[in-house]
């Protein structure tokens, strides 16, 4: 389901849908941090982002395959700027809601394959972060 409304609504739909593709619907606030807001208030276990890279790249720039919600946040406290369409892996405040929460986080491109295995939780081309528990 694609919705787009404000953010009272878009709870119940995510409850009762297997699966919501949302965007910013809250002006001043990134598009990461709602999805993870959104997703923290539906009690969705996991999230899927599909961006241009293929998935999450270290400091050295090679591409990882999985990692912990720990290093995410490190990468991101790096590479967060805090400034409109800057290009960072997810934002600080996003990688907080996703700890607090502990959700699965899935960084892909846009590959139907890809997004077809992060959807039914098979391997996928992408990167997945691990909650710690």
Known sequence: ???????????????N???VITG????????DTVTMLLAESADATHVINVST??????EKGKFVDTMDIDELLA????????????????????CKIAKRSNTEL????????????AISRRKHGGTVIKPKH
């Open 53 to 58: 890279p293929k998935g999450v790249y270290n």
């Open 75 to 94: 990468l991101a406290m790096k590479g967060d700027t805090r400034v409109a369409r800057s290009n960072f892996v997810f934002d600080v405040i996003a």
């Open 106 to 117: 899935h960084f892909l491109d846009k590959s139907i394959e890809n997004i077809e295995g």
């Open 1 to 15: 389901m694609v919705y787009r409304g404000d953010p009272n609504g878009i709870r119940s739909e995510i409850k």
């Open 17 to 19: 849908s297997r699966i």
């Open 24 to 31: 910013g619907i809250i002006p001043g606030i990134s598009t």
